[in-house]
C-alpha cells in the first residue's frame, strides 16, 4: 500500500478506544495517525524482534499495518475492567522488559511514554508495546557510559523501574507467598 488514499476507511471496522484504529482482518490492523506525519512504523519496524513489539506489516508517514492484539490497554486490568484474566510469571516479563529497554537502546531508542495506557495486554497473557510515538532517536554518543544509561533508565524507563522495584519492596515486606496471593487474579 502506497498511501491512505488507496483504502476506504468507511467499509472497515473501526476498534480500539482511542485513535483511528481499524481492523483489516483477524490477524492485522490500520492505524491512522491525523494530527501529524508519525513515526512509530519506522519505529516499530526498528524493534522487531525484541520482546513486547507486535509485528509491523507496512507503514508509511501517516499510517501503519500491524499485528492485531486481541486483548486490553493494562489501564483496564488495572482497574478490573477487563473480560480475561492471565497469570503473568513475574521473572520472566522483569527479563522481556530489561532485553525490551536494552533492545531499544541498543536499536538506537529510548522508550519513553511506556504506561498503562500505551502497552496492551493480550489474552495469550504477552505484554504488547502500542504506542511507541514518544520514543526518543539516539546516538552512539547519546549512552555512552553507565552512568548516563542509567539517568536515561531512570528519566525516560522511571515506570517501569519504579513498578520492578516496588514489587520487590513488597515482596521483602510482605513475603513471596502473599505477593503471589495478592497478585494472581
Not at 533492545?103 to 497473557?125: C, R, T, Y
Amino acid at each position: 500500500m502506497q498511501s491512505l488514499n488507496e483504502i476506504d476507511l468507511s467499509k472497515l471496522e473501526k476498534i480500539g478506544k482511542t485513535g483511528n484504529v481499524y481492523a483489516l482482518n483477524d490477524e492485522q490492523i490500520l492505524k491512522v495517525f491525523t494530527s501529524e506525519k508519525s513515526n512509530s512504523g519506522k519505529i516499530l519496524n526498528d524493534l522487531q524482534g525484541l520482546p513486547f513489539v507486535p509485528k509491523i506489516y507496512e507503514y508509511g508517514e501517516d499510517w501503519l499495518i500491524m499485528q492485531r492484539i486481541k486483548g486490553n490497554i493494562l489501564w483496564f486490568h488495572q482497574k478490573g475492567f477487563s473480560w480475561f484474566n492471565v497469570k503473568l510469571n513475574y521473572k520472566e516479563h522483569k527479563k522481556n522488559t530489561l532485553d525490551f529497554i536494552d533492545g531499544s537502546i541498543a536499536k538506537g531508542w529510548m522508550p519513553e511514554g511506556l504506561h498503562q495506557f500505551n502497552v496492551m495486554m493480550g489474552e495469550d497473557g504477552k505484554l504488547y508495546v502500542c504506542d511507541v510515538g514518544r520514543f526518543i532517536k539516539i546516538d552512539g554518543e547519546t549512552v555512552s557510559t553507565k552512568n548516563e544509561y542509567q539517568k536515561l533508565l531512570l528519566g525516560y524507563c522511571r515506570g517501569i523501574n519504579q513498578a520492578y522495584d516496588t514489587i520487590e519492596s513488597r515482596i521483602e515486606l510482605l513475603g513471596k507467598e502473599k505477593m503471589l496471593e495478592i497478585c494472581t487474579p
